[in-house]
């Protein structure tokens, strides 16, 4: 008996076939096994209760890192064919066209890798780049599928006669990374030294890399999936490496060497331990019990911990200690992937010789490369586990393994491009591209069952991010031969993602589809959770709104492809048009005049709302941080995006056990539509402040109360009118852990069923998912 098998899921480089290979050895079959696509095609002879047996283990076992989603299994049609051995086959190219193939995501180094590099004794003894088939670069490195290595960076890289014989047997065989000091992509240095120029390779890169940083010196490093600055975590280095990123306040996360180091500086549970350790190597907001110096890690309450993703790191960390590891991109540009580009912006070389003072203040003092082309940016991604939703929410498991507890504040490195599986579209064949916003931007690919949501990207007003947007979407739909069926994007109409919407659409002749914002939001957590209805509570700081103003605090009455506008936090009509997004006083005054109240305005800001110069109507949740947190004397200004609401939800933190100020939103209805009156809020919290009876901490407390309390009253009035149960939370303001925590808390106390963004961000990054999702529901109509 012959069986023809298909295994699709992340099953190429992950060492599946030497794994299928083995277990059907042991099974005594004959055969083969063979990448085909992005999936793995087995042919198996032999006794048929061993095959049965076989076919049985194919879903439940699997090497570390792979995932099966489907295992199709027919009788061969043709018999006759005679096999001496079960082997491993040259792969075949196949029809991609089907459905979104499943590829890895890059994969921090394994424990073993770590063990041999670190063993004095073993061949691969300090070499920063080393693999096996459980980890290492995938998609970073891919170009073309199958993952072969002739399809990959590693093509230029012949295999010596040690990596040779590894890739026949072992944990590397058929592994398309596998390299060593003597075939692989080597380190290089290049540094100066009082005004000199000077280099370094293989090894002693590293050696001479760690006496710079030792000695306070920046340098830039090319990891695995993009360019990196390196420097101790002291005040000085520090403060220089801000001024090189131009990153003012925001703070830096820092890389240790194990979690055992981690525990020295934050408080860490098994599960964030687990996640810290897990293949994707996040960035994981710990609570500290002990500080880095002021410009390390800032006013923040967190420290944004992580472990060594690739062998330099370990390294690096073994000698120096914890590190600054952030990306190579100055703030708000793109992150950096190519050697000319990180000399053009951070390693002028040309300036060396001469010690130019710009030099000295802008650059880096040396940067540690490799020989390996990167060909998409991945930056870390970044997480934090909330505690006490787990029994709270409703949650579809099957979706997301870390359901409940995991939340994403940024996903990319070691994520993407998993796809998210969706349980109620199966039967929709055309193939959707989604552009996002443009703000935290990402992509998407939807088909059928499941949606590719792409690396976090930046904000496309800056041109670098904008190229690599369009660049990336090229790759993907070349990489998987995605042929998009229709397009989707925002509906508003300056963004840059909706205008190369429009333009790719035209040019490729599909239908295009303009989704509002914050139902995109909504539609998010519907996708993740497989709902085709729910009240969608999207809380950011803008959108752009049906009625052309800006929502930011909205409650939508969500049904598959349409929603209604059920109510929303009262207009605010503000002015100075993006600088209202920086300047939280700005925010604070228009507040104030919304209020009647003149005194202490600046007169330009009082005569540009009498007068409707740059002014516009905002509902949005994220100025009113902005204008309550600037209020109560905390911060007057967003060095950073999110910079006074975090700093009002950690002075609300501390606020939770004093002496609170009673105070809520006044709901107001204005035909159908509810309103909660943000305004009268803000009058209330400044009396109570004003009063001197409250701390400050306490009055930033008692407003997340009120603002969750307004959540609920909301969802059930609506509830009472529309007979919805179900309630979906988004947006980048539910990143704010006490607000999140409240809200869920108390809908499910009433008995709501409620949701939250569990594979994406809840911010903007998730927007693509929710319009991909649209597409597809889009196709359930016809």
């Not at 370094?200 to 001479?208: F, L, P, Q």
């Not at 420097?231 to 194990?258: N, T, W, Y």
């Not at 959108?543 to 909205?554: H, L, S």
């Not at 609401?645 to 056990?657: K, P, Q, S, V």
Request: charged share 25%; with cysteine.
């Amino acid at each position: 008996m012959i069986l023809l098998i298909k295994v699709k899921g992340a099953v190429q480089g992950v060492g599946y076939r030497p794994f299928i290979a083995q277990k059907a050895t042991e099974y005594g079959l004959k055969g083969y096994v063979k990448n085909i696509g992005a999936a793995v095609e087995i042919l198996a002879a032999g006794d048929e209760d061993r095959l049965r047996a076989f076919s049985c283990l194919l879903k439940k076992e699997y090497p570390a890192g792979a995932f099966i989603l489907d295992v199709e299994i027919s009788e061969a049609k043709d018999e006759s064919v005679e096999f001496e051995e079960f082997s491993i086959v040259e792969s075949a190219d196949v029809d991609l066209s089907s459905e979104l193939p499943v590829f890895l995501p890059d994969i921090g180094i394994c424990d073993d890798c770590l063990s041999e590099m670190l063993d004095e004794s073993n061949v691969r003894y300090g070499y920063p780049l080393i693999s096996c088939a459980s980890c290492g670069p995938r998609i970073s490195i891919a170009d073309a599928l199958p993952y072969d290595r002739d399809n990959t960076a590693m093509k230029p890289f012949k295999m010596c006669p040690v990596c040779a014989s590894d890739y026949k047997v072992g944990r590397r065989r058929h592994a398309q990374t596998v390299s060593c000091f003597e075939c692989g992509p080597q380190f290089v240095l290049e540094y100066k030294e009082n005004g000199d120029a000077f280099t370094e390779d293989k090894s002693a890169s590293v050696s001479k890399a760690i006496k710079l940083l030792r000695n306070g010196k920046i340098l830039g490093l090319k990891g695995v999936s993009g360019y990196q600055l390196v420097c101790v975590p002291k005040e000085d280095v520090a403060a220089k490496l801000r001024e090189i990123k131009g990153r003012e306040r925001k703070p830096f996360a820092i890389m240790f060497s194990e979690a055992e180091k981690v525990r020295e500086y934050c408080k860490i549970t098994p599960f964030e331990e687990q996640i810290l350790k897990s293949s994707a190597r996040p960035i994981v907001l710990l609570d500290k019990i002990k500080d880095f110096p002021k410009k390390v890690c800032g006013d923040s309450d967190y420290i944004g911990a992580f472990l060594p993703s690739a062998g330099i790191h370990r390294l690096l960390c073994d000698a120096l200690g914890p590190l600054i590891v952030t990306s190579a991109n100055i703030s708000g540009d793109a992150m950096v992937t190519d050697d000319a580009e990180f000399d053009k912006v951070f390693f002028r070389r040309d300036m060396v010789e001469g010690g130019n003072e710009d030099y000295k203040n802008h650059c880096v003092d040396g940067v540690l490369r490799h020989e390996r082309r990167i060909n998409m940016a991945q930056d870390d991604s970044v997480v934090f586990v909330h505690k006490n939703l787990s029994d709270k929410l409703t949650s579809n498991e099957e979706c997301w393994d870390n359901a409940k507890k995991m939340l994403f504040i940024r996903r990319a490195r070691g994520y993407v491009p998993l796809p998210l599986i969706l349980q109620n579209t199966s039967g929709c064949y055309k193939t959707v591209l989604a552009l996002g916003g443009d703000l935290k931007s990402t992509f998407s690919f939807a088909k059928k069952d499941r949606v590719i949501t792409s690396q976090y990207i930046g904000d496309l007003e800056d041109l670098g991010c904008l190229e690599n947007f369009k660049k990336y979407i090229k790759k993907y739909i070349a990489l998987y031969h995605i042929k998009p069926d229709m397009i989707v994007c925002d509906l508003h109409p300056g963004y840059h993602s909706a205008q190369y919407g429009k333009n790719l659409a035209d040019e490729m002749g599909l239908p295009l589809y303009e989704v509002q914002h914050h139902y995109a939001h909504a539609l998010s957590v519907m996708a993740e959770n497989s709902l085709e209805s729910c009240i969608g509570v999207s809380f950011d700081g803008t959108g752009y709104g049906t009625d052309g103003k800006i929502w930011g605090g909205e409650f939508l009455l969500c049904k598959n492809t349409e929603f209604v506008r059920a109510g929303h936090l009262s207009y605010v009509k503000l002015c100075g048009g993006d600088k209202a997004s920086v300047n939280a006083e700005l925010v604070k005054s228009c507040y104030e005049y919304g209020n009647n109240e003149g005194a202490g305005i600046d007169p330009l800001i009082k005569a540009a709302l009498l007068n409707n110069i740059n002014t516009f109507e905002s509902s949005s949740t994220g100025r009113l941080f902005d204008g309550v947190c600037t209020l109560l004397e905390i911060k007057e200004q967003n060095s950073y995006e999110g910079e006074c609401a975090i700093l009002l939800e950690n002075a609300a933190r501390r606020g939770m056990n004093l002496n609170k100020p009673c105070i809520s939103f006044k709901i107001d209805r204005a035909g159908d539509m509810l309103i909660a009156n943000q305004l009268k809020l803000f009058d209330d919290i400044k009396k109570a402040y004003n009063s001197g009876k409250y701390e400050k901490e306490a009055i930033a407390y008692a407003f997340h109360e009120a603002l969750a309390g307004a959540v609920v009253k909301m969802c059930r009035l609506i509830r009472d009118e529309h007979k919805e149960n179900n309630v979906c939370l988004s947006g980048g303001v539910f990143a704010n852990r006490i607000l999140l925590e409240k809200a869920v808390s108390a809908l499910s106390e009433d008995g709501f069923s409620v949701y939250i963004n569990e594979f994406v961000p809840a911010g903007d990054a998730g927007i693509s998912l929710g319009q991909a999702y649209y597409g597809l529901l889009s196709q359930k109509e016809v």
